[in-house]
């Protein structure tokens, strides 16, 4: 009798569930990428002969660039957020535990502000006549202002200042579970600080720090209105190529064979990062 | 789709406090290109509410309006010359009532039935303006004259441009001595080499207002429409407007009416609202470009109906060039150049 | 030595983090329009933007939207959560993997499939397409916030609670939705935050017929120096630490 009455709920859920992500998951991504072999058509965005053309596009040396360039931003950005991140989670994690959590709170706080007004807040600051101009003038350490707004510093200083949660938030949890009797094992064995740090700490946060590439590296890819407002509305990152495609260019095809790019380097950053994770999980032990 | 049909009716639900009043206008137009004045009283007079949305190039409206084609998303919107042509050819707009348009007899003789639409059949010209100079005379010892003092080594990274692949690209042409409106691949692709020379000196792109990187002290000479000069001006006085030698870039934007607009009967009040001697003038006064409504411009202000930035004189439209459609094919050439001159460090 | 050093550290970082949304903060009340020198104390920003219909529009859309997108996600979330820790179906694997692939695949790439599902149906870009893509994006943060509280929970109880002849609607009813609520707050949390901050995919999906906060501002901010955008930025500061704050005041009490 238990049966019959829990029949309908489970396979209500189930086709709610199923329904709702096959309808806008799967289908939109097969969309996807059937729209990047077609053909441009200027009337309806896309037609029928099937073809590589996007692709080939995709690799013209002149396009190559654009990825090129704006994998360099997003390179800069991770990298940035690494150096700040790394150090900041492992001192967290030395703090008090009751601190901690305090400490994670504002960490997330300005992750909860809008982050068009937080960008927008940074050109207050970087601004020719700006607040830091201002102040540096003030003090005497520059008599010109210097031009900082409208460069790919300030777009990458943006990108650092809206991903680096993303980079700590892992980077905390790994180190949070460091094993502390490794870490005193080694210094047992005569291992110097250093020795530690290489054959210990860094593998054992190894995961965190992938996590952590992948949190930041492919959003920093994709954010287009950074450039748009500290960059001078430069296409400097894939996200603003992929949007003038869907809308200004109307070249579907090629935004679409752009985006599904950024989808394959993603699934290998993923890779790479179950790899490590595996391999931790047998030398750890 | 059973999911799509549970979601619509859970949204109809829900939705309420929504777009639910009974007369609204959707005006999709550009940034800063209608003073709020305008719409209040249209909105006092009519009783319409007007939702103002923007964009800040052609083909960003374009796009989006092919895009929402189907969605009937909105009444009116204000393309450029060459867009107006390009969208009656492509069957995406609704003809004028001429019959509900007062106005219409007052608009300039040269500027109506133009080749961009024989006898104004699906446009009603709103304003028309021209793309020049803007030099910030208290950072910028001695002249500039011409487009080509751009590329001048002293302006290295003070240069601003809109963010408009026309009219850059008009820019190099001319510089180049072709026609702005060049089809030519080999023409179009010289005027990208010429223009990617001057990138390094390229502050920043704008086109949703132009004057403000002037006005921020990010840049101190490149283009600007002439009305942003105007109202720049009246913050920045030292920021004068320039005709250069090898001619200003001339465009006219025109009303016009999507063919699915939702509210139609609106988007007519609104252009014969416009069209009024009075709107007009208080429009061209406010915003700083020329109202192509000659009844209009007899009751404008003197101060404003003789500002050359806002109406030039017969000498300065010398090389001017108006804005043609060039077609989708030679479109296209021009989008890959602006997208690598963009992505240009 | 060892001490104050990532103390400084940590206090640099926060600082550098805290700096923009100070300046933020102190500029809304700056009777200058400049926005970068100080003109003394107003609340003319404020004022500036309570008269403009347009956007208090927009901010009642935002807010009507997060909530909705929030709701939906977290009921469709909570099932989804349900069903995965419960239930034994086939194609398990595959709904996990499309979950992970929302989470993982870049806004923009989301935003531009979606549009073109839309598209294909003819679904006005509107409210409903907006809701329909903010709670696709939610939906993988809910169904693992959910999973993680299920996954620490006893087994037992469900048993008993069949054992003693309830259905499994009824159990779910009784025994599992409050022992999962404070899991179901915290995804409706990030879910209503998460689309009252979306821009890269409403700019795709959003129509004129629905305005949101987000598009307003991103539409304000590229004309320029706005002083109103600092106002905004204040109150939605203040909102969310509120809703911040209360959230884990809900989650303390019930965790008593």
């Known amino acids: ?210 996590a952590g590439i992948m949190l930041v590296l492919l959003p920093a890819m994709g954010l287009f209105f950074v450039p748009d407002i500290l960059g001078g509305s430069r296409n400097l990152l894939v996200g603003n190529v992929i949007k003038n495609q869907f809308l200004d260019a109307r070249n579907w095809p090629f935004g679409a064979a752009a985006s599904i790019m950024l989808t394959l380097a993603m699934a290998f950053l993923m890779f790479a990062h179950r790899l490590s994770k595996r391999r931790i999980g047998e030398d750890g032990v | 789709m059973k999911k799509l049909a549970l979601a619509g009716i859970l949204a109809v639900g829900l939705t309420g406090c929504g777009s639910d009043d009974p007369q609204v206008l959707n005006l999709y137009n550009w940034s800063e290109y209608m003073p709020q004045e305008v719409l209040e009283r249209f909105t006092e007079e009519t009783g319409i509410q007007v939702v103002y949305t923007t964009y800040d190039s052609n083909e960003a409206m374009y796009a989006r309006l092919k895009l929402l084609d189907e969605s009937a998303a909105y009444d009116l919107a204000v393309p450029s010359t060459y867009y107006v042509s390009k969208m009656r050819q492509e069957d995406l707009l609704m003809p004028i009532d001429r019959s509900k348009i007062e106005g219409f007899d007052n608009l300039d003789p040269e500027l109506v039935n133009l080749d961009i639409d024989p006898d104004n059949q699906y446009s009603v010209p709103y304003l028309w303006g021209t793309t020049g100079l803007a030099v910030d005379t208290s950072d910028v010892d001695g002249e500039v004259t011409a487009w080509a003092d751009l590329w001048d080594e002293r302006f290295e990274g003070r240069v601003m441009l809109t963010n408009d692949m026309r009219e850059v690209f008009h820019v190099g042409l001319r510089v180049l001595g072709y026609s702005g409106n060049s089809t030519d691949p080999q023409e179009i692709e010289e005027a990208y080499e010429k223009l990617s020379e001057l990138m390094p000196s390229v502050r920043t792109f704008n086109s949703d207002a132009p004057r403000m990187p002037y006005l921020e002290g990010e840049a101190d000479v490149g283009m600007i429409w002439n009305g942003e000069a105007v109202m720049g001006k009246d913050t920045m006085p030292s920021l004068e407007y320039v005709y250069p030698e090898e001619g200003i870039i001339a465009w006219l934007d025109s009303f016009v009416i999507p063919k699915n607009a939702p509210n139609p009967e609106a988007a007519h009040q609104f252009i014969n609202f416009v069209l009024q001697p009075e709107i007009s003038a208080l429009i061209s006064e406010d915003i700083g470009y020329a109202t192509p409504n000659l009844a209009g411009r007899d009751v404008l202000d003197d101060a404003v109906a003789n500002d050359r930035s806002s109406y030039p004189s017969a000498t300065d439209m010398i090389n001017a060039e108006f804005q043609e459609d060039i077609g989708d094919d030679a479109l296209q050439i021009y989008a890959k150049y602006w997208e690598m001159l963009k992505s240009g460090r | 030595m060892t ?254």
Request: net charge positive; charged share 10%; with cysteine.
């Open chain 1, 1 to 210: 009798m238990r049966s019959v009455m829990q029949q309908p709920f489970r396979t209500a859920v189930l086709v709610l569930v199923w329904g709702w992500l096959l309808f806008l998951v799967l289908t939109p991504n097969l969309l996807v990428i059937g729209a990047s072999v077609m053909t441009r058509d200027p009337g309806t965005f896309i037609s029928l002969p099937l073809n590589l053309d996007a692709y080939r596009q995709l690799f013209n040396p002149l396009y190559l660039d654009v990825f090129l360039n704006s994998l360099y931003m997003a390179t800069m950005t991770t990298l940035i957020c690494l150096l700040i991140g790394y150090p900041f989670a492992w001192a967290l994690s030395k703090v008090p535990r009751h601190r901690q959590m305090l400490l994670i709170f504002l960490l997330i706080v300005p992750f909860w502000t809008n982050s068009l007004v937080r960008t927008y807040a940074l050109k207050l600051i970087l601004a020719t006549n700006g607040l830091l101009n201002n102040a540096l003038m003030s003090v005497g350490l520059i008599d010109q202002p210097m031009q900082m707004l409208y460069t790919e510093g300030a777009v990458i200083i943006g990108l650092v200042y809206l991903l680096l949660p993303f980079m700590i938030l892992p980077l905390y949890a790994v180190f949070d579970d460091l094993r502390e009797d490794l870490l005193r094992a080694s210094h047992d064995l005569g291992a110097g600080r250093l020795a530690t740090f290489v054959h210990i700490i860094v593998p054992m946060t190894l995961p965190g720090v992938l």
């Open chain 3, 3 to 256: 001490r104050w050093l990532p103390r400084t550290y940590l206090t640099l970082v926060y600082l550098l983090l805290y700096v923009p949304i100070l300046v933020l903060v102190v500029f809304s009340f700056n009777d200058s329009r400049s926005g970068y020198a100080w003109g003394g104390l107003s609340l003319r920003w404020y004022e500036a933007l309570f008269n403009n219909r347009a956007m208090v529009q927009a901010m009642w859309n935002s807010l009507w939207l997060a909530l909705s997108a929030a709701t939906v996600s977290t009921v469709i979330g909570a099932l989804t959560a349900l069903a995965l820790h419960r239930y034994r179906f086939r194609g398990k694997q595959v709904l996990n993997g499309m979950l992970f692939v929302v989470m993982m695949s870049p806004e923009i790439v989301l935003a531009i499939s979606l549009l073109g599902l839309f598209l294909l149906v003819g679904l006005q870009l509107g409210y409903v397409s907006l809701l329909l893509a903010h709670v696709t994006f939610c939906l993988p943060f809910v169904v693992i916030t959910v999973m993680a509280r299920l996954s620490g929970f006893d087994e037992r109880l469900p048993e008993a609670a069949r054992d003693l002849g309830a259905s499994d609607f009824t159990m779910t009813r009784t025994v599992l939705i409050p022992v999962i609520m404070p899991a179901l707050l915290a995804g409706w949390l990030l879910g209503f935050t998460l689309s009252l901050d979306d821009v890269v995919v409403s700019t795709f999906v959003g129509g004129p017929s629905y305005e949101i906060l987000p598009l307003r501002i991103y539409s304000m901010v590229r004309v320029g120096l706005k002083p109103e955008v600092n106002a905004l930025g204040t109150l939605l500061l203040v909102f969310s630490l509120v809703m911040l704050m209360l959230s884990q005041w809900i989650l303390l009490r019930s965790k008593r």
